[in-house]
Nanobody, 118 residues
């Protein structure tokens, strides 16, 4: 019954911004670590950003200083604010609820396409 519903992807020009949202249900959102991954064709899946229940964060080197992950527990939602977007950011972005003491398996959103092109 765990479900992750994403929104916010689309087409944007280089240097532009997008904010992705992921709403979770079926688990106690506030105590679970959350993450955003991305997967481009021909490349392996990459961890983009991670946030713990205590709001400690980690980022891939390629997005540091440009992307910000945050969470609003009252809305069971995790966000990814993406600024100064580059063509290399083009990928399908996936929301992840991490396995741990609460969840026996990782759970994934449906994926949302982000395309950065002029």
């Amino acid at each position: 019954q765990v479900q992750l519903v994403e929104s916010g992807g689309g087409l944007v020009q280089p240097g532009g911004s997008l904010r992705l949202s992921c709403a979770g249900s079926g688990f106690i959102f506030r105590i679970n670590s959350m993450a955003w991954y991305r997967h481009a064709p021909g490349k392996e899946r990459e961890l983009v950003a991670h946030i713990t229940s205590g709001r400690s964060t980690n980022y891939a080197d390629s997005v540091k200083g440009r992307f910000t992950i945050s969470r609003e527990n009252a809305k069971n939602t995790v966000y990814l604010q993406m600024n100064s977007l580059k063509p290399g950011d083009t990928a399908v972005y996936y929301c992840n609820a991490a396995a741990g003491y609460q969840l026996n398996d990782d759970y994934w959103g449906q994926g949302t396409q982000v395309t950065v092109s002029s």
